[in-house]
């Protein structure tokens, strides 16, 4: 199997993750519950991580790294934290549901910043006319349907000039475009580890710029169990529960391996297979490649239409020929609205760094055969 659908999850992950997650289960149990040898060693797991992340993300204070289920898990408690029914919330055509039905559910008056695709200068336009009088703002660095990467930065600076707490969903930028969490300014960055960081499913990281978020959950932490109340301080105050150690000690595992290679050098590695992805198919004429001019516009991720060809169909045919990629709306139906693309879906590529030229190749010729 080709494997291109890293923008679901990370299947092709280092043997290190692997071999971590099974040696936290064959060793570890669970921390701050105990002094004992396997606690402990649980906690220490913890507490690399943390440090493995604050490093990674430029966070100044590692207890403001908390561990999370999943990128959906942390938007909630971000989107939660600062958003209450009614308030005005200014957000990017390009969110996932992560971020659109939590707001819904609230209740929020939500504003939608329009731009045509791979123009951020249109982007900054559309969020500067928009958050004058909002309470808070959510953008996604990079778009799970199209890999446009969004001007976060520029976009937190409006953000910080209106007093307007940002979010920002990295859940298809860690581990490959880069998140200064402390130079960004933002309130909340969320992200998945089973994505781009290389971890296993169930694990998520959110970064909190002060100790001010609501839990989302209660219960206990090991610490103040005297008080009635969640503790105040963080990581304590948003992780109750037991903790996900293997999924953490893997998650681990694959910061390291992430470090070790640098996350500008594993991006110019999927954009360099995404541009000959795109070469092959270039020219063909029922080939719809939503590609940026500006290849410093876009992760390693692109969708593809097929002309006479329903998307579902496309990839169902792809599977059959050993192809993994993903079809449909990609729970991100803003972003096919934004792009005009709604009533179709696409045909998502998405590279990781184990992937290589001849898989992309391949891939590209076996949808010419489909074409």
Known sequence: ????????????????????????????SSPGRGGYESAMRAAD????CRLALADLFCVRDPAHVVFTSSATHGLNIAIRSLVKPGDRVVISGYEHNAVWRPLHGLGADIRVARAPLFQPEDMVQAFRELLPGAKAAV?????????????????GSLCREQGVPLIVDAAQSAGTVGLDFDALGCAFAAMPGHKGLLGPQGTGVLLCRDEAAAPLFYGGT??????????????????????????????????????????????????????????RLAGADNVRLFRAEDPQTQAGVVSVQ???????????????????????????????????TLSSGTVRFSFSPFNTRREALTAAEALLALA
Not at 45 to 48: G, S
Not at 226 to 246: C, I, K, S, W
Not at 328 to 333: I, N, S, V, Y
């Open 1 to 28: 199997m080709i494997y291109l659908d890293s923008a679901a999850t990370s299947f092709l992950k280092p043997a290190t993750v692997r071999y971590a997650v099974s040696e936290a289960m064959r060793t570890m």
């Open 45 to 48: 797991t913890l507490l690399d």
């Open 139 to 155: 953008c996604t660095q990079v778009s799970n349907v199209f890999g446009y990467i969004l001007p976060v930065e520029r976009i």
């Open 222 to 279: 090991g610490s103040q169990s005297q008080e009635a109340f969640m503790p105040e301080f963080l990581p304590d105050r948003l992780e109750p529960g037991t903790h996900n150690v293997p999924g953490v000690a893997g998650l681990l595992a694959g910061v390291k391996w992430l470090q070790q290679r640098s996350c500008p050098a594993i991006l110019a590695h999927e954009r360099e297979l995404l541009g000959e992805f795109c070469k």
């Open 306 to 340: 097929v002309d006479g060809m329903d998307c579902e169909e496309a990839a169902a045919k792809l599977a059959e020929r050993g192809i993994a990629v993903r079809a449909g709306l990609h729970c991100a139906p803003l972003a096919h609205e934004t792009a005009g």
